[in-house]
Each structure stands twice: as C-alpha cells, then as structure tokens.
C-alpha cells in the first residue's frame, strides 16, 4: 500500500510540475567590470560621441543601451545582475570612498542587485563598507548579494561591514517579487544556503 501511496504522490507531483505553463525570464549578467567606465580598449581610441568607429569594448554607456533596450523587449521580466569584482581597475575607483558614485551609478543603469567579488575588498573591509555607506548617502543602489561573507568575532575590521548585513543593505538572499524565477536558477542569482521564495508580483 506503501508503494502504491508513494507513487501515486510521485505521478501527482510530476504531472503537477508538467502542466505548469511556461515562464520566461531574461537574465542580463555582467562581472569583472573593474570600474571600466569607459570601456576597454585604448583610452586615445575611445569616441562616445561617435559609436562604431573604434575597438571599444564595453563600458557603462554601451552596457546601459544592452540594459535598457532588454528591458524594453523584456518589460517586467528581466533581472540585471553583476557578478562582482566591479570595483577596482581603474582611477576612478579612486572617487569611491569620497562620492560612492559607481553603486548609484549601476543603480539607474538598471541593475536589480550586485554580487560581490575579491577585489570589492582590495582596501579592505572598513574602506568597502565606507564606499557602500557614502553611496546609499547619495542615493538608491542594487541590492547587495554576500553569500558566503564570514565575519570575524575577533576583528573588529570587519564591523562597519557587519553592521551594513544586520541592517539588511546586503544579504545572502535576495527576495525578487517582481517575477517568477525557477528554483534552480535562485542558486544562480542568489549563491545563498538560505531557503528563497519567489512570487509573482
């Protein structure tokens, strides 16, 4: 009676999973951006009034078209994520601690959350924490996907940063209430240990 029960609950769940219509979401990834403003190719080459006419790869502009046009033919199912290290590379990652400006920056470019990579830490957990604090001062960024941050109980270096997770401005998770995203790709997003729920909105 047992396998018959076990069964029949299989069947019912498969045939559950099966019939569910199918969903669509568009996923817009980037990472390694090192505060590559303008892209990557010879600064000298670089002509953004003029596209097309150099070897200029990436750069926040041309990634903010790609973004924008998406979410146009996309509209409502498209999550923008950076898999971290988007910090670090450049001089303008110097401005950091003093404006904060590249998370608000990514912010209105259109990104639903960063992930954050090694060189994130280049300066260390104070300074990181400092940039983050001097960003949400200036305005709304991505939220902030830490997954497999460890804090020191006998380093007080990492406290100003500890105190950012306690009060949520990152986290291991990230609830996105606007779609419905797939189990499987929530490891993906989300690189978290922790139980996510996604809902339609």
Not at 10 to 24: H, N
Not at 85 to 97: I, S, V
Request: net charge neutral; glycine share 8%.
């Amino acid at each position: 009676m047992k396998k018959i029960l076990l069964s029949f609950l299989l069947t019912a769940c498969f045939m559950i999973v099966t019939a569910q219509a199918e969903k669509k979401i568009v996923i817009l990834h980037t990472n390694d951006l090192h505060s590559r403003l303008y892209g990557y190719s010879p600064e000298s080459a670089y002509s953004p009034l003029n596209p097309g006419n150099d070897n200029t790869r990436g750069g926040f502009s041309r990634i903010a078209a790609v973004m924008k046009a998406e979410r146009n033919n996309n509209p409502g199912i498209t999550l923008t994520i950076d898999g971290g290290d988007f910090l670090m590379g450049t001089l303008f990652h110097a401005l950091e601690a003093e404006t904060g400006f590249q998370l608000r920056l990514m912010k209105s470019m259109g990104y639903d959350l960063v992930c954050l990579g090694n060189h994130e830490f280049d300066f260390g957990p104070e300074k990181f924490a400092a940039i983050i604090n001097q960003s949400l001062a200036g305005g709304a960024i991505p939220a902030i996907v830490a997954g497999n941050i460890v804090f020191s109980e006998k380093d007080s270096k990492d406290d100003a940063l500890e105190k950012l997770f306690t009060a949520k401005i990152m986290d291991r998770s990230i609830i996105i209430e606007r779609m419905l995203v797939c189990p499987c790709v929530a490891w993906i997003i989300c690189d978290s240990r922790a139980s996510i729920k996604y809902r339609k909105a």
